[in-house]
């Protein structure tokens, strides 16, 4: 798909697909966000990038309502989310999510995995779910692994599968929360190579990653999270390539140039905030 031909495809939605308006939340003392306010267009591919401890996976799992945020609002599709009264199971219907481990159940095989929630949830009949499901692991590569069991596939195949099994429930939004860093290197390409091929067909996709390049070449917009805050957003070639904020350059210097940062003995998360449960 061409860029005008997505452009195009935009233009054909309403509203946005996510909008965050002054966003907190903590965990005890422990402010995590701390006033987040940005948006998702429809066929938008969105970036956050930033430090361990950050709050990008808090941030998402409060777009999922995984976390209730402490104070703000979330609307997806226009629909405020965060309403005390919303229906949280529908809102997690319009909404896939995609995790750093797969979660799948290693007594399913591929199919049976990308069946369940389909079954149990939107209350599919069996060669319907069936139908779908073998149509998303075309989609991602693995028409060859309907019947394997995850313990017989590798980390990026069931990485696949995860996401297949998110597409499989016809989601507007597609959530990523760091979906390569449990993968060995040479397993990231394919698991990227997906998510590339989501893009082009204009999904909504709201992606947390370490991964630089594919949020140079992917991404419509990045946004540099750091402290809880949204420090820095706007294109790719402007916030990776030339950055305007110092805390947005000194954490891709380390990034992009990891042996400069062994030679100063740290790493983004010594400069910026150590590895923890809310990064």
Known sequence: MTI???????????????????????????EVLRGIDFHVERGEVVCVIGPSGSGKSTLLRCV??????????????????????????????????????????????????????????????KAEAERIARENLERVGLADKVDAYPGKLSGGQQQRVAIARALAMGPEVMLFDEPTSALDPELVGDVLGVMRGLAEAGMTMLVVT????????????????????????????????????????????????PAAARVEGSGPSDKFGSDEANA
């Open 64 to 125: 999922n309502l995984l976390e209730e945020p402490t104070a703000g609002t979330v609307r997806v599709a226009g629909a405020e989310i965060t309403d005390p009264d919303v229906d949280i199971d529908a809102v997690r219907r319009r909404i896939g999510m995609v995790f750093q481990s797969f979660n799948l159940f290693p007594h399913l095989t591929a199919l049976g995995n990308v069946t369940i929630a389909q079954r149990k949830v939107l209350k599919r009949d």
């Open 210 to 257: 370490h991964e630089m390049s594919f949020a140079r070449e992917v991404a419509d917009r990045v946004v540099f999270m750091d402290g809880g805050v949204v420090v820095e957003e706007g294109p790719p070639a402007r916030v990776i390539s030339a950055p305007e904020h110092e805390r947005t350059r000194a954490f891709l210097s380390r990034v992009l140039d």
């Open 4 to 30: 005008m031909e997505k452009d195009a495809g935009r233009a054909g939605g309403t509203g946005r697909a996510v909008e965050i308006s002054g966003l907190h939340k903590s965990f005890g003392s422990n």
